[in-house]
């Protein structure tokens, strides 16, 4: 991140207020929050709300410098494609998206991390992991080595990922869960908070238990 950077999040949640201490961490702020949400507050101190994309228009508007800008999606849970589409629409207003890694957090040299991509602290992004882009690696969350993550996985805290693990685009994996080496789980499924997944998962469903058990489709 550039000393100083200048952020704007979309998502006034608890997540933006974990991406908020992170930004002020690194040295930079946030000067914007936006939310699709008509009746959301902004929930950090000082900082303004903007509602949809109207509000975002307004706000670029009346921005005098729009130098040095970044942008993220603060949007948890299992909504990877929500954080995507942001990204797809800050770039299309020069808003640079780039990711953001945690000083506690480790993250080898070897890792790749696509842009927007986020590793808060405690987490461990091991030796050749790929990661696409919007990516979540959640507190004290890790990717082993050689994991590879397509765009918009969330992995919830304390999660892990052992080696060579492939997931799709859109997974979200709870809090605390577990995905044995070598498992391939497909696009848009959900891992319950303490799973244990011994073997590969289809696209589009939801799993919990140990060992993991699909309970629903998506
Ligand atoms: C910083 C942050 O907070 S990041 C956010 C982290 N969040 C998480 O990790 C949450 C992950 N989500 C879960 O674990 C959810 O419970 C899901 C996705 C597995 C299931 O959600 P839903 O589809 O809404 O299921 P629902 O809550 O209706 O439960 C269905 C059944 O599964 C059971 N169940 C739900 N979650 C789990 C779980 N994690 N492990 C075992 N059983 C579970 C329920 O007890 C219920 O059982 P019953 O039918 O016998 O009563």
């Not at 991140?1 to 704007?8: G, I, L, Q, S």
């Not at 461990?124 to 990661?131: C, E, N, T």
């Not at 994991?147 to 997974?171: F, S």
């Not at 044995?180 to 939801?206: C, F, H, M, S």
């Amino acid at each position: 991140m550039a000393e100083c950077a200048r952020y704007v999040l979309w998502g006034s949640s608890g997540h933006a207020k974990v991406l908020a201490s992170l930004i002020a961490l690194c040295g930079g702020k946030v000067v914007a929050l936006f939310d699709n949400n008509p009746n959301a507050v902004s929930v950090i101190p000082g900082v303004p709300l903007y509602v949809a994309k109207e509000g975002f228009a307004r706000w670029y508007e009346g921005e005098q410098d729009r130098t040095n800008l970044y942008g993220l999606a603060a949007i948890g849970g299992a909504h990877g494609r929500d954080r995507l589409a942001v990204h797809e629409y800050f770039r299309m207003h020069n808003v640079r998206v780039e990711p953001l890694v945690h000083p506690h957090a480790s993250v080898c040299q070897t890792a790749l991390l696509g842009p927007g991509t986020q590793v808060l602290a405690g987490a461990v992004v091991a030796s050749d992991a790929h990661l696409g882009e919007a990516c979540i690696v959640n507190h004290r969350a890790a990717a082993d080595h050689e994991c590879v993550l397509g765009d918009g996985v969330h992995l919830a805290p304390g999660a892990t990922l052992c080696g060579c693990v492939k997931i799709g685009n859109n997974v979200m994996i709870g809090a605390g869960a577990v995905v044995l080496p070598r498992v391939t789980i497909g696009e848009n499924t959900v891992v319950g908070a303490g799973a244990v997944v011994t073997r590969d998962l289809p696209t589009g469903v939801v799993v919990a238990g140990n060992p993991a058990r699909i309970i629903r489709n998506i």
